[in-house]
Each structure stands twice: as structure tokens, then as C-alpha cells.
């Protein structure tokens, strides 16, 4: 396979059928900047495109899948064109992450380690999910402002999702499954031939109806209102964006000060990137 030159991500194609799209800036820990989002979205339309593709699976790098947005970007890697307007950036998100329910082909992510913030958002919206039984999910991102992509009420219920974004607390692998956000918790050792594994068995069957099997589980999500829903959400995000809390933060992370502004908002937490393997 001949794949364009990426900068922040990777392209294989471990099996006949399956296009892996790696995010591949593990030094970074996977922080989502303009070019990687930008860099995954096209790779998994090509992979749509191309009728020798029947399964598309996002892994990751290095010891993290994706530790969320990147909080400073350098200034030709940022989302939005200056003067794009109010809400332009979490618009971009919403509609990159729900393009990829509309892809032909079912899309799995398989995670390791920490999935925060935009990295949640991105698993949210792909068709299957196994993660390794020690992965660290969620949105601590809500300890100081709204989520572009509010998943949660209709991956997690009512309770859990309120306590979720009330909290910020990150879920393990196991906790994840059961609140509704991944399929299967595995042994790390495990989850990429049990991911594989599971490709496999969707290539088994004609791709034409795969297809449409995956369609009718989206459509009948759009007709409970979820798109409609999630796109409403923008506006609180936006809203939030103008908090003191928020341009405090944003202040604090800037100019290559991130790790010391995450610190200082999870760290009384004990969660989030400030937990340790040993924590």
C-alpha cells in the first residue's frame, strides 16, 4: 500500500481487508493538534474509498492512545483559520468526529493506556472499542470547561454521565465497559490480536452488508436525537469559552507551560495524565 506522507500519524495494513491508522506522536503522548486531527479524518476516508478495505481500526503509539486535545499548538497547527468566528473550532470537532459513523466500513478503536478529553471524543464516535483492562478513559477536561463532543448521556445513561461530567473522574478498561463506553476490557498483552481478531470476523461477511448493518444502528441513534443533540451542545461549549475558569486555564497552559497547568487541575484529583502506572 502507497499512503500519503503524514506527519502525525501512520498507515498499515496488518490484514487482508483492514486499514490501521495509528496516531503516531507518542512523544506528545497523542495530543490532537490541527494536523493529526486533520491527517486521521482524511486517512479514514481514503480507507473508505478503497473497496479493498472492509474494516478500519485506530490504534495508537507509544504508552498513551491520545492524551486530548493539544492545549498549544504551534501557531500552523492549530484547528480553526484566525477570525473563523465563535464556536469554529468545536464545530470542526463535532462534524470530523460524527464523519466517522458515516463511513461505509465500520472503524474500531483499540486503547491503551490514557484516553482523555478529545482522545474520548474520538473513541465515542467509532463503531467498536476494546481497550486494555488497565487504559485510563474520560473527560477531565470538564474541571474547566464543557465538552465539544458531549457523548456521554448516550453512551453512559443519565446517572453515570452526570457523574461524569460533574467529576471529570477518568474510568478504568473494566469501568469503561461497564458504563457503556467500550465493548471489551483485555489484558494490554492481548488487545491487538483480539482487535484483529474481531476485523477478521467482519471481513468474513460481504461487505455490502456490513454496510448497511452499520447503518441501521446509527440511523436508529440519529432518529433518538443523538447528532441533533450533540450538535446542540456546541453552543454550551462555546458558552463556556468565554468562563473566567476557562481563560484562566488557557492562560496557565500557554507559551509551553501545558504540564504544569494539568498538573495544577487534576493533580488534587489524583487522575487524568497526572496518574502514574503505580497510582
Not at 495494513?13 to 503522548?29: F, H, I, N, Q, T
Not at 473497496?51 to 480553526?80: H, M, N, Q, S, T
Not at 465515542?124 to 477531565?140: F, W
Request: charged share 25%; aromatic share 6%.
Amino acid at each position: 500500500m502507497t499512503s500519503p506522507a503524514y506527519r502525525r500519524i501512520r498507515v498499515d495494513d496488518p490484514e487482508p481487508g483492514v486499514r490501521r491508522l495509528w496516531l503516531a506522536r507518542p512523544e506528545k503522548r497523542n495530543a490532537l493538534d490541527g494536523v493529526a486531527r486533520a491527517e486521521l479524518l482524511e486517512a479514514a476516508r481514503a480507507a473508505a474509498d478503497d473497496e479493498d478495505c472492509r474494516v478500519v481500526v485506530i490504534a495508537a503509539d507509544g504508552r498513551d492512545f491520545c492524551a486530548g486535545y493539544d492545549l498549544d499548538p504551534a501557531e500552523d497547527e492549530k484547528y480553526a483559520a484566525p477570525g473563523a468566528g465563535p464556536g469554529r473550532f468545536t464545530r470542526e470537532v463535532v462534524e470530523g468526529w460524527l464523519s466517522l459513523t458515516e463511513l461505509r466500513v465500520p472503524v474500531i478503536a483499540q486503547v491503551h493506556g490514557h484516553c482523555l478529553a478529545g482522545g474520548s471524543e474520538l473513541v465515542a464516535c467509532c463503531d467498536l472499542v476494546y481497550v486494555a483492562d488497565d487504559a485510563r478513559i474520560g473527560y477531565p477536561a470538564v474541571r474547566f470547561g464543557v465538552p465539544d463532543l458531549q457523548y456521554h448521556p448516550w453512551l453512559m445513561g443519565m446517572r453515570r454521565a452526570m457523574e461524569a461530567v460533574l467529576t471529570g473522574d477518568v474510568l478504568t478498561g473494566e469501568e469503561a465497559v461497564a458504563a457503556g463506553l467500550a465493548n471489551r476490557a483485555l489484558p494490554a498483552a492481548d488487545l491487538e490480536t483480539y482487535v484483529l481478531r474481531q476485523a477478521r470476523r467482519i471481513t468474513a461477511i460481504p461487505a455490502e452488508i456490513v454496510q448497511i448493518n452499520k447503518r441501521t444502528v446509527h440511523r436508529a441513534m440519529q432518529a433518538m436525537g443523538m447528532h441533533a443533540a450533540v450538535r446542540a451542545g456546541t453552543e454550551a461549549c462555546v458558552v463556556a469559552t468565554g468562563t473566567t475558569a476557562f481563560r484562566e486555564f488557557m492562560d496557565a497552559a500557554a507559551g509551553g507551560r501545558v504540564t504544569a497547568a494539568l498538573d495544577a487541575r487534576d493533580g488534587g484529583f489524583g487522575d487524568g495524565r497526572t496518574r502514574t502506572a503505580g497510582g
